[in-house]
């Protein structure tokens, strides 16, 4: 038995490069095209980020979350870690390695339970990055709750017709395509009577209502789509997985998407963790460096210890995903990873933003949009509480109640059992004194 936290030096070489290509080629675009990742490439867009593009394949890097039937290379959960905590410090990074949420979930769902109609019109072009698309599910009145979905498709003829709201499906202004999650069958738990379908975006009746932004963007602007669907109409063949099958349809994409969530944030904390130790040394106050104050020193060895124990947590994780290739057997520690995850990236961001001082409250600096981004972590593929149920629930499962009236660990107890246990030995010295 051995425990390794090296990384092999040929995967090493490859982060290196794109540790500094991320630095150097792809995190000016956010401040050259912001908010833009997610709209199709035209113009001078296409002509700097198609060459990017070309040079992560060249690396053999581009959409690492893929097995090589997919055009992905396969790595594995625990190299896409590694890889992913330096795409995350750049919201342009993922787009330009192949790797961007949610289209990375929808693709693996396409792959596999898409018509082979589907994956022409849209898997590859997913892949290659010339398309986009949305994952439809949380509605207006219940959030993420499944239990209260009343987004509908009902059977007409050889169609669905899909009626009802969905709220903050992200991306859907520019999306090719959506992936609906609907009741199909209200005579039956949720968990059983919930579909999934493949609807075109420029399909009669989607109407997006409006678009709702984050926190940091003007009202009346954003990407999070209220859309209304209205007498929409899908072939049999838009049902991805069968009918009342959504909700193993949506593990394939979850239960990576989560994990990939983690990864991501791990990069930015750590950014604006080294954002903080640079303003330390570099501010002076009250006779000496910011760096020198032991108020700093706090922020800082907290911040490091908290995103160490962090990152950790994720890479374990990831390593028990690749040995065990089943995310219901690594079900806890995705739950613990997505409790921990917001948590972590608000400390770390809060505590640089007070090191730079009134500086740090602008829009000058990126610390409020990555606390805003801890919240919206908070809530992303179900809520933070949601997950500590589960991880609760998953970790009283490998205990049992205590036998009798006291805890197994209650002293007196003990001290009886002990005496119990070497009763003979105990007489035996007491005879001979």
């Known amino acids: 038995m051995s425990w390794d936290f090296e990384t092999d030096p040929e995967y090493q070489a490859k982060l290196d ?17 912001p908010h833009q990742q997610f709209v199709p490439l035209e113009g001078s867009r296409r002509a700097i980020i198609d060459p990017l593009k070309d040079e992560v394949r060249g690396q053999d890097l581009w959409a690492t979350h893929l097995g090589p039937e997919l055009g992905g290379q396969g790595f594995g959960q625990l190299k896409l870690a590694l890889l992913n905590e330096i795409l995350g ?21 396409l792959a596999h339970y898409g018509t082979q109609e589907q ?69 039956v738990s ?45 072939p049999e063949s838009a049902m991805l997985g069968g009918e009342g099958q959504a909700f193993a349809v949506a593990q394939t994409r979850l239960g990576g998407g989560r994990i990939h969530h983690a990864m991501r944030t791990i990069g930015l904390a750590q950014k604006a963790l080294d954002m903080m ?24 060895a907290d911040s490091w210890a908290q995103l160490e124990q962090f990152r950790l947590l994720v890479l374990r994780t990831a390593w028990r995903i690749d040995k065990f290739n089943d995310y219901q057997k690594v079900r806890r520690d995705i739950a613990a990873v997505k409790v921990v995850m917001p948590t972590v990236l608000h400390d770390i961001a809060w505590r640089a933003m007070q090191v730079h001082g009134a500086l740090g409250t602008t829009n000058e600096m990126p610390f409020f949009g990555m606390i805003l ?32 009236m006291w805890p197994t660990q209650w002293i007196p107890g003990k001290i009886e059992d002990a005496k119990a246990k070497y009763a003979e030995l105990l007489e035996l010295e007491e005879g001979n004194l």
């Open 119 to 187: 994956k022409d019109r849209y898997l590859q072009p997913l892949l290659d990055g010339e398309c986009f698309s949305t994952f439809s599910m949380t509605e207006p009145h219940g959030g993420a709750d499944p239990t209260m979905f009343k987004c509908r498709a009902v059977k007409d003829g050889d169609e669905w017709a899909i009626n009802g709201y969905k709220y903050f499906s992200s991306n859907a202004p520019t999306a090719s395509f959506l992936i609906v999650m609907v009741v199909t069958n209200t005579d």
């Open 89 to 109: 410090r750049s919201p342009w990074a993922p787009v330009v390695f192949g790797t961007q949420a949610p289209d990375t979930g929808n693709a693996e769902i």
């Open 373 to 404: 981004a801890a919240g919206v972590m908070g809530l992303a593929d179900g809520p933070t509480e949601v997950h500590k149920v589960t991880l609760a629930r998953q970790v009283l499962r490998e205990h049992r109640p205590a036998e009798g």
């Open 17 to 33: 490069w794109a540790d500094e290509f991320v630095r150097e080629e792809v995190e000016p675009l956010d401040h050259l095209f």
């Open 190 to 234: 949720p968990y059983k009577g919930m579909s999934m379908f493949l609807v075109p975006t420029d399909t009669p009746g989607v109407v997006i209502e409006r678009t709702s932004g984050l926190a940091n963007e003007p009202l009346g602007e954003g990407s999070h789509a209220l859309i209304h669907y209205q007498d929409v109409r899908v």
């Open 277 to 300: 130790c640079e303003r330390a040394l570099s501010r002076e106050t009250q006779g000496g460096p910011l760096a020198d104050k032991q108020f700093v020193q706090g922020y800082v």
